[in-house]
């Protein structure tokens, strides 16, 4: 069989865009620190790579989460710590306005400042952050707290009698449902629903927002003979009038005080509730950092390099591209034109 000029150019040329395509690839690996480029280069690492990136995607969901969580409960910490500080405030105004020597004038003026305090407190329950609410449970776009008549009420509803024609047990069970009224989160519990009725099973979120109901109080208690409210605004607008009454009872005063004091408790306890959820999610956090990591090691062995090794094959296979194409114009006969030249 004759081999002519024209069947070794075209081997020749067949061969050297192999190692062409070779050294590319090569190149591809030592630049990007990949095994591969496409898929079908390595088709079954290609489906664990995509896994990889899949689990790794949903743990920097889960982290997003918990960072969004975590400003949230930051913000209203902050925010309950001034109230915080207001109540002391409120107390020792309160002692002084209880202390038998005050006249009616000086009285009078620990009202007003009650009232501002009051005014203050509202303030501090309608706190934003980002324009969002973070004291409304789940209703984070509209103020939760608002007087109205001179009562507060709670998204929509009096603090004191929430269904006015409602029975006491209907008053109660709507209350203890706007206390538990919170936004939740995925943050990495396997997320369930319960098959029956569809809803979420709560124990696999987070739940994060807080119900400015468990601050401030609800519902009502007798005091002195009158039903008195239980949350906290109400019963310093209480203190203020009975300070600024002609007819002022230091039995009913002191009373009051007394149920404010145990209706403050609430500050407390909603900080120590968030004191608890914050603890929680950093040690989720750290959970989630600790995946991350070995998912990124995976994902080293499934699609990265050994540098070393990868460069070490790519000056090979760039010596044997070389060689090819000295080889090449030792092989190929000249043309006419070589001979022009």
Known sequence: ??????????????????????????????????????????????????????????????????????????????????????????????????????????????????????????????????????????????????????????????????????TPEENEAKLKELASDTLYIDIGLSVKFDPATGEIDEGTVFGYSIAGINVVGSGTTTVEGEEVSNNIYNLLGALAAEFESENYSHAKADALFGHLKDASQGIMRTITEIGAKTSYLDFMAERLEDQDFNLQERQVDVEGIDPAEAIINFETQKFAYNAALQMGARIIQPSIFDFMR
């Open 1 to 166: 069989m004759r081999i002519t000029n024209k069947m070794i150019t075209t081997q020749y040329t067949r061969s050297l865009n192999r190692l062409a395509a070779e050294l590319n690839r090569l190149n591809n690996q030592v630049s990007s620190g990949r095994k591969f480029a496409k898929a079908s280069e390595n088709t079954s690492a290609a489906v664990k790579a995509f896994q990889l990136r899949k689990d790794m995607s949903r743990i920097e969901g889960y982290k997003e989460n918990i960072a969004h969580a975590k400003s949230t409960l930051t913000n209203a910490e902050s925010a309950l710590m001034h109230i915080e500080e207001l109540m002391r405030t409120t107390t020792e105004k309160i002692i002084t306005g209880l202390n038998d020597t005050q006249s009616w004038e000086e009285r009078a003026i620990i009202a007003t400042e009650l009232r501002s305090l009051q005014a203050q407190l509202l303030q501090t329950l309608n706190s934003t952050a980002s324009d969002s609410y973070y004291f409304g449970g789940t209703n984070t776009e509209t103020k939760p707290f608002e007087v109205i008549d001179g009562k507060l009420y709670y998204n929509g509803y009096d603090l004191d009698l929430p269904l006015p024609a409602g």
